[in-house]
């Protein structure tokens, strides 16, 4: 059986990982299983999630509504209070079963809860198994500004099991994909250029490869001095920009791939102006971006609000933007400060 073995826990993968999670919780002796899903993973996911559970153990659980607009302390606070009037203790253990606002979200909780208690991260979307799930971040906005509020925490185990991906609309898988590039353009390039040729690659060994490389990046660097920024390529103006489509009640959301997406665009072009990336990479890039994801027109108009929620990146320091940028394909340079022009500048040149 598959099985990658994080810093304290491990990432089990496919129908062989429930007998590993019956183990982990008969071997831990917990007094209730709590097991947190938003209403659609209610509907889809735990039908086909339970049966699997093979437990005396008490079950409980706790539905919060769906989508990254709840992914904040009321809704933690909601759920503690949830966990403490269904008679939760130290030896609870938390299952979050759903996307990234569910594990980032019910990590915190747990880590929280009686000064923490155990939990184990099951995602059900390509975003949070490749991404979210894995490496002990967890935490939740702060109004528009994503994941302000959190620690980093680890959970129990991982389960990845991609038949939860059947419950998932194909937006959100390309949502997930965005990482994936993500790991290609930054750390291994055969997977790039598996997914720019259209390789015949099983979505299974692109999640396994993610978490593999994931895992590594993690392991090396846990707390984010240096090698885990890569991470963040394409985050630092991609989450600005996804922060603004959620606070403009005009726009329709984008999701977070979509303005991953972008923001990789972006900072390839930065880079290329900055740090020599090779100008065929960065149409490569491109490229690909815009044959998986419908173009978004980024509006002159809308730069400078844009600018202002890059200034609230947590990752700043000194009052100063740090980007993680590229001087090629697998080769990052971190704390890149960039003019404001040429952020506006690598707007303009996705948008044409
Ligand atoms: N999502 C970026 C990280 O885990 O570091």
């Known amino acids: 059986m598959k099985t990658i073995q994080a810093v304290s826990y491990p990432i089990h993968f496919q129908e062989e990982s429930y007998q590993e999670l019956a183990t982990l919780i008969a071997e831990n002796n917990y007094s209730t299983i709590f097991i947190l899903v938003d209403e659609n993973t209610f509907e889809h996911c735990y039908p086909k999630f339970i049966p699997n559970l093979a ?162 990046v993690v392991l090396k660097d846990p707390r984010e001095k240096n090698l885990r920024k890569i991470l963040n390529f394409g985050h630092t103006l991609g989450h600005a920009i996804e922060s603004f489509y959620l606070e403009s009640e005009d726009k329709e959301n984008l999701t977070h791939g979509e303005a991953i997406a972008i923001g990789m665009v972006c900072e390839c072009y930065m880079s290329s102006k900055l740090l020599n990336f090779p100008a065929e990479k960065l149409k490569q890039v491109k490229d690909l971006v815009v044959s998986i994801y419908d173009k978004t027109n980024l509006l002159k108009e809308d730069f400078s609000a844009i600018l202002d929620l890059l200034k609230h990146d947590k990752k700043n320091t000194n009052g100063q933007v740090n980007f993680v940028l590229l001087n090629d394909f697998e080769d990052f340079k971190i704390d890149c400060n960039v003019p404001e022009a040429l952020i506006i500048e690598s707007m303009e040149f996705y948008n044409v």
Request: with cysteine; glycine share 10%; charged share 25%.
């Open 55 to 216: 437990t005396d153990k008490r079950i409980e659980v706790i539905e919060i509504e769906s989508g990254e607009i709840h992914k904040n302390l009321e809704t933690c606070m909601w759920v503690w209070n949830a966990i403490t009037e269904l008679g939760g203790d130290r030896k609870s253990v938390l299952i979050t079963l759903g996307g990234g606002v569910i594990t980032d979200l019910g990590g915190f909780v747990a880590s929280c809860f009686k000064r923490g208690i155990d939990f184990i991260n099951i995602p059900t979307t390509l975003l949070s198994m490749v991404d979210a799930s894995v490496g002990g971040k967890t935490g939740v906005d702060l109004g528009v500004l994503k994941n302000q509020i959190g620690l980093f925490a680890n959970p129990e185990m991982v389960l990845v099991d991609d038949r939860y991906l059947e419950t998932v609309a194909p937006r959100e898988i390309k949502s997930g994909t965005a990482e994936i590039i993500k790991y290609g353009i930054t750390y291994d390039v055969k997977l790039f250029n598996e997914i720019k040729n259209n390789s015949a690659l099983k979505i299974s060994d692109l999640i396994f490869r993610s978490i593999e490389i994931k895992n590594e």
